[in-house]
Every structure is written in C-alpha cells, then in structure tokens.
C-alpha cells in the first residue's frame, strides 16, 4: 500500500523537508495541485478535482499517463529480469540501440543510455570534445538542456551563476537563437567542439527556427568541424509528427538527445543517439561514461515498445490531425480575443501560445487552473504559454480544451480590462 498523506500536510512536509521554494512559488500562484489518481491525459488533484494535462512534464507523458501497452511491457519485464548490469551487454540494451540507429536519419549509430536527458547531454559534450580535442560549446541565449554538470553550465546563467559564480567563459558561449550570422564568427574562431540547439527551444517560449536556420547550422558546423547537438528531449519522439523534430527541416545532427517520453513516464531512460563519425570513444575506451541506471533492462523494455508506437504510420497521422484541428480552433480563438491573444508557435503539438501583455501566460495558466486545465507558462518568456497537448489526443479532448481556453481568455481579458490582476510570481523554471 502507497504512503498517503493528507493534501495540507503533503504541501507542509514539502516546504519544510523539500523544496521551499518551488512549494511557495505555486501556492502563491494559486496552484495548490498535489497530484493522486493519474490516467490518460488526466491528472487528480488529491482533493479530487480533475486536470486536463496540457502540461505533461515536457514530454514525458506524450502517450498519455500510464498509457496501458507501456504499463504492460514494464510489467512483463519484471516478470523476468530487474535493472541489469550496466558493464554488460543485454538483449534490451542491443535491440533499442538497433532500433534507435533504424530510426535516425544519417549515421547515427551509437546509443550510449543514461538516466536523465541532462545526463545525456553531459555524454554528447564529452563525445564533441573527445572527438574534436576542443574544449568550448556554444549554445542559444535563454537555453535549457537540464540540470547536470555540463548540461548546467551550457544553460542560461541563471543557473550558472547559482553554482559557479562568474561562469566559464573559456568554455561555453552563448549566441542568439536564428542568428546564423551570430554564431558563424563564433565558430570561426575555431576553438569550438560543439554547438547544442533545442530544435525548437521550450523553456523560452517553443520559438520556431527561421526558414532555412537550421540548415545553415548544419553548414556551418560542418564548415568549421563542429559537432551539431540536436537536444530533442522535448521536441523528440513525435511531438512534431515525425520520430525528431529533425527530421521536419530536412537536417542530420551529428547526435541527438532523447528522453522524457522515451521512458512512457514509467522507468527513467534517456540516450545520446552518436554519428559513426564522432563515436570514436566508444571504441578506444568505453568506460568513458558510466550509469548504473543508464540503459537499465527495464527502461530499455519500455523504451522499445515507445519506438515501436512512434514508428507507426496511424499514430504519426492522428498528431497530424490533432494539429491542424487544434490550429483551426486556436486561429478562431485568437480572432476574436481582442488582440489579447496574440499568436501560436507551432510545429505539430509543439505549441506555444503568445499574448499582448508580458505576463499573460502566468495569467491565463492561472484561469485555465480553475476550469480544470494544467498548463504551464514558459520560464524565461512569461507572455508564452507553453500548450503540450498528446500524441493520442482525439476531437473530444481537443474540443474539451479549445472550450475551457475560450472561457479563460475571456476571464482574464476582463480582469485586466478591470486592472485586477496582480502578479506575486517571483521567477522559476519550469
């Protein structure tokens, strides 16, 4: 039996032995949500109230939550084998590198596994700066790609600064988003082992790369023998109707990171995915990188059956439908909200949705709260929406989110109309 708490005392023990911040950052926002019961696309609140999830931690329930095939593929494999040893080889380690080098594009061949996606991101800066014998990485301002050594410190200085005050500048450097021109004389300075890009970057509001932008990185990090990160934790695994986002622009990365969904949000698994050409460690010395947990025979079982539903024609077709039916109805939304409503970012169900005020998001996350809708503003462009609907969303899903939107546009609109809304966050990533 599950440890149980009441709801009151869950957020007290967690201000007191957890976070303090993160817990007093919701409450002040008027999110009181603990999360219990969790099925489908819907979450429950201890208390019983019911959550459209819009949100699904960033990917990590794109199937849906306990989606029953990947319950039943981690199910079965405790049947049989436990997490494994990670020194040795496995037949669920072999058969989701096969499968991960059958499903991406170039040469992409090698699959080094790990726990987290910032873990991975970790292994694909080692792999760029044992392959180049470089040490700097270049990346976007307002960037994320998680929370571990290197991964932090390729990140926005927000971050940065909490734990290594100054930053590295020898080592890392930032470029905007969609300026070729910007990170061409950097690259050209030809220190540079690698350059990291979300395909199209989440925690800053799911801006859209430019028409031919990424094409150009992929020229001009070949030009300057970079190696090109594609970071597709969050726009991997068909968020954009294709297995990578990728693979929409027409580009070959030279190693793509995945996580979050990979692991159906049921077991941690994530992989650095590494070209034949760049994967040179992995031949001279593969103790390079080591993680118990990494590859684990459990994750791996789960994360072949997320490949195998992501490789299937009526899946990749239904994200189409459910984009363009959600597009339709987001257009006429925006229509007619006054101009409050400003724009929608959109590459299949990567979705951010734009409003006139620079705070709207944190506004209209709040009301879509209270109508039973979970979504989340973007840390670091409070006027975006971060809007993450599901690879199975079907017409009646859609239309339940589309009308309780309508309703909190409307709300919101009024409340600044009438100037009572307030704004006590503080700042946070999300």
Same mark, same amino acid.
């Given at each position: 039996?599950?440890?149980?708490?009441?709801?009151?005392?869950?957020?007290?023990?967690?201000?007191?032995?957890?976070?303090?911040?993160?817990?007093?950052?919701?409450?002040?926002?008027?999110?009181?949500?603990?999360?219990?019961?969790?099925?489908?696309?819907?979450?429950?609140?201890?208390?019983?109230?019911?959550?459209?999830?819009?949100?699904?931690?960033?990917?990590?329930?794109?199937?849906?939550?306990?989606?029953?095939?990947?319950?039943?593929?981690?199910?079965?494999? =405790?049947?049989?084998?436990?997490?494994g040893n990670h020194h040795f080889p496995s037949p669920g380690r072999a058969l989701l590198a096969e499968k991960l080098a059958s499903m991406t594009p170039g040469d992409l061949q090698y699959s080094v596994f790990t726990t987290s996606g910032s873990e991975a991101v970790d292994v694909a800066i080692k792999t760029a700066r044992n392959a180049t014998?470089?040490?700097?990485?270049?990346?976007?301002?307002?960037?994320?790609?998680?929370?571990?050594?290197?991964?932090?410190?390729?990140?926005?200085?927000?971050? @940065?600064?909490?734990?290594?005050?100054?930053?590295? &500048?020898?080592?890392?450097?930032?470029? &905007?988003?969609?300026?070729?021109?910007? *990170?061409?004389? @950097?690259?050209?300075?030809?220190?540079?082992?690698?350059?990291?890009?979300?395909?199209?970057?989440?925690?800053?509001?799911? !801006?859209?790369?430019?028409?031919?932008? !990424?094409?150009?990185?992929?020229?001009?990090?070949?030009?300057?023998?970079?190696?090109?990160?594609?970071?597709?934790?969050?726009?991997?695994?068909?968020?954009?109707?294709?297995?990578?986002?990728?693979?929409?622009?027409?580009?070959?990365?030279?190693?793509?990171?995945?996580?979050?969904?990979?692991?159906?949000?049921?077991? &941690?698994?994530?992989?650095?995915?590494?070209?034949?050409?760049?994967?040179?460690? =992995?031949?001279?010395?593969?103790?390079?990188? @080591?993680?118990?947990?990494?590859?684990?025979?459990?994750?791996?079982?789960?994360?072949?059956?997320?490949?195998?539903?992501?490789?299937?024609?009526?899946?990749?077709?239904?994200?189409?439908?459910?984009?363009?039916?959600?597009?339709?109805?987001?257009?006429? *939304?925006?229509?007619?909200?006054?101009?409050?409503?400003?724009?929608?970012?959109?590459?299949?169900?990567?979705?951010?949705?734009?409003?006139?005020?620079?705070?709207?998001?944190?506004?209209?996350?709040?009301?879509?709260?209270?109508?039973?809708?979970?979504?989340?503003?973007?840390?670091?462009?409070?006027?975006?929406?971060?809007?993450?609907?599901? @690879?199975?969303?079907?017409?009646? *899903?859609?239309?339940?989110?589309?009308?309780?939107?309508?309703?909190s546009l409307l709300a919101v609109q009024e409340s600044l109309e009438a100037g009572a809304e307030d704004s006590p966050h503080k700042g946070g990533r999300t």
């Amino acid at each position: 039996m599950l440890m149980q708490l009441s709801k009151q005392d869950t957020i007290a023990k967690s201000r007191t032995y957890w976070n303090p911040y993160k817990t007093e950052l919701w409450q002040s926002l008027g999110i009181d949500l603990v999360i219990g019961r969790r099925e489908g696309y819907y979450l429950y609140d201890m208390d019983g109230r019911r959550f459209l999830d819009c949100h699904i931690n960033g990917g990590t329930y794109s199937f849906g939550h306990r989606n029953p095939e990947l319950v039943e593929a981690l199910q079965r494999s =405790l049947g049989e084998v436990d997490a494994g040893n990670h020194h040795f080889p496995s037949p669920g380690r072999a058969l989701l590198a096969e499968k991960l080098a059958s499903m991406t594009p170039g040469d992409l061949q090698y699959s080094v596994f790990t726990t987290s996606g910032s873990e991975a991101v970790d292994v694909a800066i080692k792999t760029a700066r044992n392959a180049t014998g470089k040490r700097k990485i270049v990346s976007v301002e307002k960037c994320f790609h998680g929370h571990t050594g290197y991964a932090l410190e390729v990140g926005d200085s927000r971050f @940065v600064d909490l734990f290594v005050a100054g930053g590295q &500048p020898d080592r890392y450097e930032q470029v &905007p988003f969609n300026d070729i021109n910007a *990170l061409e004389a @950097v690259l050209a300075k030809g220190d540079v082992a690698a350059f990291i890009v979300e395909t199209v970057p989440a925690t800053f509001g799911f !801006l859209m790369p430019t028409e031919g932008y !990424l094409q150009d990185v992929r020229r001009v990090t070949e030009k300057y023998g970079v190696v090109y990160i594609a970071d597709e934790v969050q726009t991997g695994l068909l968020r954009s109707g294709q297995v990578w986002c990728v693979d929409t622009y027409g580009v070959v990365p030279d190693i793509i990171v995945t996580g979050k969904g990979f692991g159906g949000g049921l077991y &941690p698994i994530a992989a650095a995915i590494i070209s034949e050409r760049y994967a040179g460690w =992995l031949k001279k010395d593969g103790f390079g990188h @080591v993680s118990t947990y990494g590859g684990s025979e459990l994750g791996c079982n789960v994360a072949l059956k997320v490949m195998d539903i992501c490789a299937r024609p009526e899946v990749q077709e239904g994200v189409r439908r459910t984009a363009q039916y959600l597009r339709t109805g987001l257009n006429t *939304l925006q229509k007619t909200s006054s101009g409050f409503f400003s724009g929608v970012r959109q590459n299949g169900l990567i979705m951010g949705l734009e409003f006139n005020h620079p705070r709207g998001a944190i506004y209209v996350m709040r009301e879509l709260y209270r109508h039973g809708v979970w979504a989340i503003f973007s840390s670091y462009d409070e006027s975006v929406l971060q809007f993450k609907p599901g @690879v199975y969303w079907d017409k009646e *899903l859609c239309d339940e989110f589309l009308d309780r939107f309508a309703v909190s546009l409307l709300a919101v609109q009024e409340s600044l109309e009438a100037g009572a809304e307030d704004s006590p966050h503080k700042g946070g990533r999300t």
